[in-house]
């Protein structure tokens, strides 16, 4: 199993940038896949982001060419810069990771964006 902490969160403007942090330990070379995903108010939990063992990653289309998904193995963390951001990416924000070989998941306790108009 991994444990998952999230970091990064907080209050800005729109147009404005956060740099979201995930600290992993544990089972880290068990690990597929790691992802960001959201959940805003009366809303299901969405993808945002993931980026595979290998480094190959995927955007939902309404982030794509503003948030980034990268990987530090060094530092066993991941992380999910966004850059011009709207009031309609405010959510709670949570890191996620798949194990091998059974794809078990692991969560993150979420972190508050929230971006003001």
């Known amino acids: 199993q991994v444990q998952l902490v999230e970091s990064g969160g907080g209050l800005v403007q729109a147009g404005g940038s956060l740099r979201l942090s995930c600290a992993i330990s544990?089972?880290?070379?068990?690990?597929?896949?790691m992802g960001w995903y959201r959940q805003a108010p009366g809303k299901q939990r969405e993808l945002v982001a993931s980026i595979s063992s290998r480094g190959t990653t995927n955007y939902r289309d309404s982030v794509k060419g503003r948030f980034t998904i990268s990987r530090d193995n060094a530092e066993n963390t991941v992380y999910l810069q966004m850059n011009s951001l709207k009031p309609e990416d405010t959510a709670v924000y949570y890191c996620?990771?798949?194990?091998?070989?059974?794809?078990?998941?692991?969560w993150g306790q979420g972190t508050q964006v929230t971006v003001s108009s």
């Open positions: 544990g089972d880290i070379f068990r690990i597929v896949t």
């Open positions: 996620n990771a798949a194990l091998s070989p059974q794809f078990n998941t692991y």
